[in-house]
């Protein structure tokens, strides 16, 4: 399973970016998709994840109200919409693939390269 992550850039304060992250390969196993981020000397960090069927979200409370993750499983892509953006939000974003939309790091299988965001104050 091969994913990729894209959307990633500079934007200011108060500014949205979505990113996208779409799976290739034997995808058929994996259905739960999540989002994960590593701000510089942090550890990573769950963001957001949803089930196969896109009913279920989940986001964390650093986010929430901001983020929003959504699937395209005809595309085999998880987006994660971001509104309203702050400075603590820079970091690098990495998709996962996983059997269970879970917001511990051991629950996916397979992960990104990462796409980096950066917010300006």
């Known amino acids: 399973v091969q994913l990729q992550a894209s959307g990633g850039g500079l934007v200011q304060a108060g500014g949205s970016l979505r990113l996208s992250c779409a799976a290739s390969?034997?995808?058929?196993?994996?259905?739960?998709m999540g989002w994960f981020r590593q701000a510089p000397g942090k550890e990573r960090e769950f963001v957001a994840a949803?089930?196969?069927?896109?009913?279920?979200?989940d986001v964390a409370g650093s986010v929430k109200g901001r983020f929003t993750i959504s699937r395209d499983n005809a595309k085999i892509t998880v987006y994660l919409q971001m509104n309203s953006l702050k400075p603590e939000d820079t970091a690098v974003y990495y998709c996962?693939?996983?059997?269970?939309?879970?917001?511990?790091?051991?629950?996916?299988?397979?992960w990104g390269q990462g796409t980096l965001v950066t917010v300006s104050s």
């Open positions: 390969g034997r995808t058929f196993s994996y259905y739960a």
């Open positions: 949803i089930n196969w069927r896109g009913d279920r979200p």
């Open positions: 996962a693939t996983g059997s269970v939309a879970s917001r511990h790091e051991t629950g996916y299988v397979y």
